[in-house]
């Protein structure tokens, strides 16, 4: 499944090694904790993994971006365990702030 989310970045974890043991290959992940800033349980961990990894040195706290991600569970001992998995990031433009005209000044309008 490909999502695309938005939400504010509000921690970035340590990045985590694993080794298998039975290949003895490295697996790499960092997870990153946003907020969608909806009103309930609005916060979200997301994982970058192995070469995506890298995605999160770009990441800045605290600044909004677009999460394109794949959600996947896994079954193990009757449970099941999702995983949010990012791919790509797309930092979003700050709001436009409007000026607000002053008070007593003339302004150039056309009416």
């Known amino acids: 499944m490909n999502t695309i989310i938005v939400g ?7 990045i985590q090694t694993f080794t298998n ?7 790499i992940k960092c ?17 970058f993994h192995q070469d995506n990894v890298d995605l ?11 999460f394109y991600i794949n959600a996947s569970s896994n079954k ?12 790509r990031i797309v930092k ?3 709001p ?8 007593g000044e003339e302004a150039d309008l056309p009416f």
């Not at 999160?56 to 677009?66: N, P, T």
Request: proline share 2%.
């Open 31 to 47: 997870e990153v904790i946003i907020d969608q800033n909806k009103n309930y349980k609005s916060a979200l961990c997301i994982e």
């Open 21 to 27: 043991k039975k290949t003895s290959k490295e697996f």
């Open 76 to 87: 193990w001992n009757d449970k099941y365990y999702t995983s949010v998995d990012c791919w």
């Open 8 to 14: 504010t970045v509000k921690k970035i974890n340590k």
């Open 56 to 66: 999160v040195q770009k990441l800045e706290l605290e600044k909004v971006y677009e």
């Open 96 to 103: 436009n702030k409007q000026k607000a005209i002053p008070v």
């Open 92 to 94: 979003l433009d700050e």
